[in-house]
């Protein structure tokens, strides 16, 4: 069985100080990777990594996701380099096509090729490549060149899918492939089989690439508070996802209402409507119990590492020391789940 990981996802909206203190506690209580979100008028991401790479020695880093939308190939590169140099060779690059981004007039045509592009440019610019490179979207003139050392030339790539021609991009070319505001163990095989797609298109073991889930995550020993706070954050995904996911089935016109109280800033009363079976299938929300079943689920269903996303609980400090103190302790004592071998530093 390949290694399990299990991942804390950040919002990037706390203040100096804080995402050292949120790495510290997670480090210590055996979280094997923290990502920050790269979301739409949040900060960006950099900072945060860069904080929490000073604060910790073992877990691994970086960014869910940047897109070659808003930010150039070469940019990205620098980003990376910088996290990896301050982290000792603990980062990884994370790329999405972006959500949102018409909302501050950035267009998105060919997200594949510009993917791609990017990624060819980045990895280039990383391994000192003087080649040059023409792609459909993006070109890098021969000779070229960084002008600063890094630490790695290949820090391992993870892009932010959901549908089939995007996730077999990953197949191809990535380290991971995330599949964002999901908890739903049977989407699992879905996106294996997109995986593999890719992979055996490029000649690569489709098992050499991780699959990560992550989504929304409230836990609390008051479970009902929880999964009412989590209904308030999961509105805004289960608008932008739920028509994503083959495996789900959720009645239009009530999409319609949650997209439009949504849009109208109405989380709140966007969240009342989400029923129980969608709550669970887009969030991990609940006991400290409940939210281990579920992220067991996905294990058993076959992913590599399960992201416990952003608010974590009624509180973020809260949150995250009940899911390093009792769910985590759950989860290693599961048969088949995140390797029992793993060490408190």
Known sequence: MSRVEVGLGL?????????????????????DVLSVFGDLMFQP??????????????????????????MAPYEIAGQVAALDLASRGRAYLGLARGTWLAEVGIGQTRPLATLADAVEVVYRLLGGNPDGYQGTVFRLAPGIRLGYPVQRPDPPLL????GPRGVALAGRIADEVKVGGSANPELVPVIRDRVRAGALAAGRDPDEVGVVFGAVTVVDPDGAAARTRARTEVAMYVAAVADLDPTVTVPPDLLVRVRELVDAGE????????PDDVLDRFA??????????????????????????????LTDAGGV??????????????????RTDDRRD
């Not at 919002?11 to 480090?27: F, H, M, S, T």
């Open 11 to 31: 919002q990037a909206d706390k203040r100096p100080g804080d995402y050292a203190r949120l790495a510290r506690r997670a480090e210590a209580d055996g979280f």
């Open 45 to 70: 991401p950099i900072a945060a990594l860069l904080e929490m790479a000073a604060a910790t020695d073992r877990v691994r880093l970086g960014p869910a996701c940047l897109n070659p939308y808003s």
């Open 159 to 162: 892009i932010g899918a959901w």
């Open 267 to 274: 989380h709140v009363a966007a969240g009342r409507l989400v």
């Open 284 to 313: 991990f929300a609940g006991t400290p119990e409940q939210v281990a079943q579920r992220a067991q689920a996905l294990i058993d269903a076959g992913v590599r590492r399960v992201e416990f996303g952003t608010p974590h609980g």
């Open 321 to 338: 020391a009940l899911l390093g103190s009792v769910v985590l302790p759950l989860l290693r004592r599961t048969p088949g789940g995140v």
